[in-house]
């Protein structure tokens, strides 16, 4: 199967393509002018989406219920890690 074939089986999925956010993300690094080595490598891609929570989940039969508790304390934590909230 070709390279193209299986972005479009991804896509239709909904699977995130990756590589067109690294791509984004350095056409964003180049319009702001900034003189520094930025490769968007993996490894920043890692800790990009580690640091704003963001998973790739596969939800398969019924939705799980979510804890609301929970997530009110993790958004939270964010909030004030990020300086939002002291």
């Known amino acids: 199967m070709s390279q193209l074939n299986k ?3 991804k896509r239709a999925l ?4 990756w590589a067109c956010s690294q791509a984004k ?11 520094s080595n930025f490769s968007a ?6 800790r990009f989406k580690k640091r704003h ?3 790739c989940l596969n939800i398969k039969g019924e939705k799980p219920s979510a804890n609301e508790d929970d997530a009110r ?4 934590r ?9």
Do not use: C, Y
């Open 73 to 76: 304390f993790r958004e939270g």
């Open 53 to 55: 929570m963001i998973r």
């Open 7 to 9: 972005k479009i089986n």
């Open 78 to 86: 964010r909030l004030q890690r990020d300086g939002f909230v002291t």
């Open 14 to 17: 909904g699977e995130p393509d």
């Open 41 to 46: 490598s993996n490894g920043w891609l890692a």
């Open 25 to 35: 993300a350095k056409q964003f690094h180049a319009s702001l002018n900034v003189d």
